[in-house]
C-alpha cells in the first residue's frame, strides 16, 4: 500500500527513449477509442480480448479523458507500471484496486491514473481547479457490462498522500462521513452528499506532494 501510494507520481525528467516508448505504448488506448468508441455502451467481449482485467470504461466528453478501467485480482500496483496489453511502462493504466466493486455499488469508487508530463490518462484533472472548467465539463460517464452510471462532478480537491481505500472502511457510515469531512473543496461543493444513498465516483492522481481528488456523485441510472 506504501509504494501504490508512493508511486502515484511521476518523476519530472523523461528522456527522448522514454518519450518514443511511451508513444508506442499509448499506441493501445488510441486503438481502442477507435474502434471501440463511446455510444453508450461498450463491446466488453472485445476489450477483454486484450485484457481480462478490464471491467469498466470511463469517459468525460469535453476532455481526453476516455480510457478503459482495469484491475489486477493479485496485484494492486501492476497497473502502476503496465498498460492494459501488458506493456511495462508509461502512460500504465487507468484502474482500481482489486477488491473494487465491478458494478460500482459501493459508497466510494476510487480511481487512479498517472499525472503524466507529456499529457494523457489523469493529466487534466487538475483542470478542476478552475471554476469555469468544472461547470463546463461535470458529467462523468461509466459503462460496464452490468449497465451505464452517469456522474456530476461536485468538486475538486487537494489531498494528502494517505491511501483512502484502506484509510476509511466504506461499510461503516461513520468511516464514509469522516472520509467526507477530510476534503477540503478548492472548487464546487460537497453539500448534500448523503452516506448513506449516495455513490461517489472519486478520480485520484498526483500533483506534486499531494493528491488531486475529483469527487462526484452518481445520477440515475441510465
Not at 522514454?18 to 466488453?44: C, H, Q, V
Not at 449516495?198 to 506534486?208: K, M, N, P, V, Y
Request: hydrophobic share 35%; glycine share 8%; proline share 5%.
Amino acid at each position: 500500500m506504501i509504494i501504490l501510494s508512493a508511486a502515484l507520481c511521476i518523476a519530472a525528467g523523461v528522456s527522448a527513449y522514454e518519450f518514443a516508448g511511451r508513444a508506442m505504448r499509448n499506441r493501445i488506448y488510441e486503438t481502442l477509442k477507435e474502434s471501440a468508441p463511446y455510444s453508450g455502451e461498450k463491446d466488453f467481449e472485445y476489450l477483454r480480448s486484450v485484457d481480462p482485467n478490464i471491467f469498466a470504461w470511463l469517459y468525460i466528453p469535453g476532455t481526453g479523458i476516455e480510457y478503459p478501467v482495469a484491475k489486477h485480482p493479485d496485484d494492486d500496483t501492476y497497473y502502476l507500471t503496465h498498460t492494459v496489453e501488458g506493456r511495462s511502462g508509461y502512460p500504465a493504466s487507468i484502474f482500481t484496486l482489486g477488491y473494487t466493486d465491478e458494478k460500482f455499488g459501493q459508497f466510494n469508487t476510487i480511481v487512479y491514473g498517472h499525472d503524466l508530463l507529456f499529457g494523457g490518462m489523469f493529466s487534466e484533472l487538475d483542470r478542476y481547479s478552475d471554476p469555469a472548467f468544472m461547470d463546463g465539463h461535470r458529467e462523468v460517464r461509466v459503462t460496464t457490462p452490468y449497465g451505464s452510471h452517469t456522474y456530476e462532478v461536485v468538486s475538486f480537491v487537494n489531498y494528502d498522500d494517505r491511501l483512502i481505500d484502506t484509510w476509511y472502511d466504506q461499510r461503516d457510515p461513520a468511516d464514509r462521513l469522516a472520509f467526507i469531512n477530510s476534503l477540503s473543496p478548492v472548487t464546487g461543493s460537497l453539500d448534500g452528499i448523503d452516506v448513506l444513498k449516495d455513490h461517489l465516483l472519486t478520480l485520484e492522481t498526483c500533483r506534486g506532494d499531494e493528491r488531486c481528488l475529483v469527487i462526484a456523485v452518481r445520477n440515475e441510472e441510465t
